[in-house]
Each structure stands twice: as structure tokens, then as C-alpha cells.
């Protein structure tokens, strides 16, 4: 049959198809699953049915291991280069054993010679595809279908996550079993995380130049296969008992009320450019499934900074992608997905971005993804690849513009008020026009990609030397103070100084209107010393060090508290924007800005440089109602004061018209709030660098 596309099993055998539009012939080898390097037979599939290859194998079983070679022209001018000497694996394959091993011959063509046909045989050291059955019993498997404006998103890598905590057994650390230990969750729930967004946990290949150098592509962005979990974190067995693993791991999560969400990179492969390895979509139809320069297609057309494109303009393999989705939220039951280099996905033939691309129109249509979390990272490195603000509704964004405001106003750079109103009032500037909601807005700090938390306010410089790249790699990036020191230091004040700048962060993420996003580990303070890509270290400078120092510990418990006071506090989890007028017939605004004088900020002084404190309103909904005495009912109702610069600024409260009574809830100068009230016209100080959060107490 030549659907589903694939190896299926049924109790007599399996069914293998596989799409090429401009092969000539396929062959099916299979291997001996006690000795994978020993091959049982080749088998032609001879039914062609609409450019799909396939065939029937009868007595075969589940756990069977195989792979493709694949005949057609080596036309590299025309952008064929298929080459049946090299083994290549099946791009619907459920699971593969077996990593790729550069030291056999993987390239299609000859090294040094990029269009001429090497024929070595690549079998030794090529992965096997395995044959998987659906078997699992989910036991009522429930979805905890969290709403947008109720979610806060925690980017973990499945292994570093886990690699060094103790309360994990050993044998289940770095795998999908451990974070589906209750020692994992529990951390989790403590945190208030609804929904994990897991670093690729797609099948990938290390690059050769990274195993030459004794490093390995740690974070996966680098996928060999799209329906196969990653056997880097498998506890269990790397013949389709990770499948199983998985499954079980989406279980034990869902079950603790928390989502699962993939980061996932259709916009590349693992090949390369033309001079990378023919490991698959390369040597089963290159001109199909990649970009290719059309003054020479020879030459892959790169807007992703990986050396490849995969060009989902065209049918098969849009249909890869939409079925890769689909599996995985149907049979691997996860909750949404995160689109690494979302540009990319949506460019037309022209090459240019298309916000009506057939992506995100198949997706809009589509029963069963358009009701799942979608998230897009929404740029590439390709001609007009900032598309910030420019996805469909059904997308919430990755807001870099978030993370580069915050970032420069703790700094202490001047001008900042303007965009940093914006930001924290959830960036109506770039999501309202598309009819989409506050929570559209991602909303984040750091994350995988650069500095931590820690060493952003801790460095000054990058520090990637053990890269081996001689620290050429990574973002120059848009660092907070450092307090004066470069790195590490024993100095009770500037290590005071650094935590008082990540209190500060953290606390403006949780108070800011849209989604939240926190790195594994910012919680406590993690530090990878400075380097700011660690993407190749897969080893404790990138794994989550569970041994906890007193300072850490401090800082995890105050994160705690604002999570907490983020989900008791309505009027940061909004439904819709801000309008920024009265909600009844009250004085009262639902979202004002103040001078540290006491009065609402005047356009002037939004754009004073040298204004670096100021006061937001958040008027709740519950600000409209009133008890059966009549009076107003109120504790939704917030004001944060935000001082950057580096003194204590005295502020005059707001009028009486915004409220009588106000309650400090929250301080970033120490870990834990004093007792304050206040009322209109009364004066506080704000310390220097710090943000107070008072809440309008109820009567008032």
C-alpha cells in the first residue's frame, strides 16, 4: 500500500512506502537486529503508486531494522544527487537505533569534490531505522489543556535537566524516565510550571566538525528524523523502547496537570549544505525536499544559518511536516510545539516570507493542530527574516523585543520608558492588529540560547573558549550591569548587587502582561561561567546543578513567591488588552503610568533619559464591583514602582482618585517584603535598583 508512508506493522507483516518524485528505484535492506551490521536481504519495491515507492514484507515483526538505498540520476546542476551506495534512513522512520559515525564514508561525493559520485559503501556507519507498534495503553490519558492566559512556560533540556539531581536514580538521569520522576515534578509544581517546552527531542546528528573536536550537538537542533524520539535519552533501549519511554514520561506529566510542548526545527536538517553527508532527505530526493540555488542547484539556498533549507512551499514536504505534527500529537499526546526559525516555514517559492503561507493555512484548517499551543520563534537569518508580530492568530511569539527592553532598562540605559511601557502592558504594538491576545506575547528573560540568568548579570563578555572556536561563536550580547567585576566574585556587595538585578528580572517577567517563559534553572541562579552557546557542551557546564547553595536556594524561594503571587493576581493573567480607560463610571483607568512626583507621566517625560523610576497601575476587573454595602471591592488591583537608577528614589503615592489604601506585597532589595501601607499623597522610597509591588487593599 503506498499510505500511510512508512514501515506499519499488521499481525502478518509490514507495509514500507516511500515518497520520491524523482527516484528511479528503491531498495529495502533489512538487518539482522542481533548483529545490525549484518544485512538480510535487499528487497526492490516494485508498486509505484503517485511517486511513492512500496512494498509488503511478510512474517516481518516489530523491532525489525532497516534502511533505504535509493536509484536516480547524480545530476548535482539539476539537484539530484542520489547515490544507492549510501544508506539512507526513512524520513517516517518511529525510531532509529544508532547514531551516524563519521569516520565511515557519509558523504555522497567525493571529499574536496562536491559533484562528483564517491562510491563507497556508507552502511558501517550508518543509523537503522526501527519498526515500531503502536501498543501503548495511555490508562485515560487527560490532556491538561491549560488556558494561554493561565500558562507559564519552563525551556528544559530533557537531559541536563536532570543529569546531576540526586533524588533521581542514577541509571534514570538525562532520560525521558527521569523527568517523569516525582523528584522532577515535584520541583515543577512547586515552581507553579503548567507547561514544560522541551529543547529538540527529535532524532538528530552530531556535525562531523563537533566529533573531530570531541564536542557533540547537545541541544538537537539538528534533526535526522521527525517521528523519532531522540535515543540520547532513552533509559529503556534504543529499539523502540524510547517510543514507549516517551509516551510514558507525556503520561506522568499530564497526570501532574503539566504540558508538554516541543521545540521543533523544520527549518533544516542535519545534512548541511552541499558539501554535508547524504543521510537521508538528501539521497531520497534533494531537489524536492531542499532550497537549492536556482542560478546553481548544485548549491543549497541557506536562510537558516545551517546550510540547508527545507522548502515547505512544496506538497511532500509540507506533507512530512503537518504529518510529523500530527503523530505527535496524536500518538505521542504532547500539547503544542515551539517553531525553531518559524520564518523560514512560510516562505513562498519567491523566497520571500508569505503571512499566507500554505503552513499556516493547512495548520488554521487543520482539526487536530490548530487546537494545540503553536509557538513560533518568528525570525531567520534569510532577507527580511524579522517577522515579529507578523503570525497568524492562531500563534503566540517567542518577543525578543521583551527580552532586549528589559534587559537594557536594569541595565540602566536611559530611554528606555516608552518601549519598556509597551513591553510589560503585553506588546499590543505587535499582536493587537492580528486579533490576537496579551498572552500571544512570550515573554521572556533568557533562555536557551545565550546568557543564563546568572552570567547575564554577572558578565560583561562571552566566554565560549571551550567550544574550541577561540570564542568566535555565540551573540555579542545586550548584557545587564555586572556590578563592576567581570565573572565570579567573593565580594559580599557585588554578589548582593547581582542578586538584587535577577530579583529584578524575574520580578518584571511575572508582573508583565503576557506569557511568561523561565529557563530551567534561572529560578535558582544557574551559571554555564560566561558562555553564552553552549549548544556542543554536553556536560555539567550545561546540566542543571542540583546542589544548591544558600544564596540559590533564597533566590528559588523568592521565584516560588512570584509565581504564586502571579497566579493569585488576575489582572497580569488578561484575557485582552489594556485600553487605558476608565472601566465604569469611576475615575479610575485600568492601566496608568506615574512620575516619581505623583502624577501620571506626561509625553515629554515618557521620553526622558534620564528618568529611570516610574509607576504602573494595573486596574483589575474586580476594581467595577461592590459589595451589598456598596462599597467598591478591590485586590486585584496592583502598583509596581520600578527604579533602575542607582539611588533611592523618594515617590509621592497617586491621588486618592486611584485609590485610599495600598499594601506592599513584594521587594526586590531583600528576599523577603516589610510591612508597609501607604496612602495617596504619602511619600516611600524605592531603594536604588529595586521594585516595590503594592496592592490596592480591599475597601479601598
Known sequence: MPYPLGATCDAQGVNFALASHHATAVELCLFDPIDPDRELARLTLRDQTNHVFHGYVPGLKTGALYAYRVHGPWAPHDG??????????????????????????????????????????????????????????????????????????????????????????????????????????????????????????????????????????????????????????????????????????????????????????????????????????????????????????????????????????????????????????????????????????????????????????????????????????????GPDGYRLGNYPMIFAEWNDRYRTTLRRFWRGDGGQLAELGSRLSGSSDFFRVSGRRPSASVNYVACHDGFTLHDLVSYQRKHNETNLEENRDGADENQSSNAGVEGESDDPAIIEARDRLMRNLLTSLFLSVGTPMLQAGDEFGRTQHGNNNAYCQDNSLSWVNWNLTVRQRALLAFTQRLSALRQGQPVLLRRNFFLGEALDDSRFRDLAWFHPAGHELAPDEWRNPELRCFGVFFGGDAITMRDPTGHRVVGDTLLAYLNAGPSPVRVVMPPSAWGTGWELLLETATDEARALECGPGEVIVVPHCAVLVLRLRTGH
Open 80 to 381: 539530484h544527487r542520489f547515490n544507492p551506495h549510501k544508506l539512507v534512513m526513512d524520513p517516517y522512520a518511529l525510531a532509529l537505533s544508532g547514531k551516524p559515525d563519521w569516520s565511515a564514508p557519509l558523504l555522497g561525493h567525493k571529499r574536496g569534490h562536491v559533484n562528483t559520485l564517491d562510491v563507497q559503501d556508507s552502511a558501517m556507519g550508518a543509523p537503522r531505522c526501527v519498526v515500531v507498534e503502536d501498543d501503548f495503553d495511555w490508562r485515560g490519558d487527560q490532556r491538561p489543556e491549560v488556558i494561554w492566559r493561565k500558562a507559564l512556560l519552563y525551556e528544559l533540556h530533557v537531559k541536563g535537566f536532570t543529569a546531576q539531581h540526586p533524588e533521581i536514580p542514577e541509571v534514570l538521569r538525562g532520560t525521558y524516565a527521569g523527568l517523569a520522576h516525582p523528584a522532577a515534578i515535584e520541583h515543577l509544581l512547586k515552581l507553579g510550571v503548567t507547561s514544560v517546552e522541551l529543547l529538540p527531542v527529535h532524532e538528530c546528528a552530531p556535525e562531523g566538525f563537533l566529533q573531530e573536536r570531541g564536542l557533540t550537538n547537545y541541544w538537537g537542533y539538528n534533526t535526522l528524523g521527525f517521528f523519532a524520539p531522540d535515543q540520547r535519552f532513552s533509559a529503556s533501549g534504543t529499539r523502540g523502547q524510547q517510543v514507549r519511554e516517551f509516551k510514558e514520561m507525556v503520561r506522568s506529566l499530564h497526570l501532574a496537570g503539566i504540558e508538554v510542548i516541543l521545540d521543533v526545527v523544520f527549518n533544516h536538517s542535519c545534512e548541511g549544505n552541499e558539501q554535508g553527508p547524504t543521510l537521508s532527505f538528501r539521497g531520497i530526493d534533494n531537489a524536492t525536499y531542499y532550497w537549492l540555488d536556482e542560478r546553481d542547484r548544485s548549491r543549497s539556498r541557506d536562510f537558516t544559518g545551517c546550510g540547508n533549507s527545507l522548502a515547505l512551499h512544496r506538497p511532500q514536504v509540507l506533507k512530512l511536516v503537518l504529518d510529523s505534527l500530527r503523530y505527535w500529537v496524536r500518538e505521542m499526546h504532547v500539547d503544542g510545539f515551539r517553531f525553531d526559525l518559524a520564518t523560514t516555514l512560510a516562505r513562498a517559492p519567491s523566497g520571500e516570507f508569505d503571512p499566507n503561507a500554505s503552513f499556516f493555512a493547512t495548520l488554521f484548517q487543520d482539526p487536530v493542530l490548530s487546537r494545540v499551543k503553536l509557538i513560533a520563534e518568528p525570525w531567520d537569518v
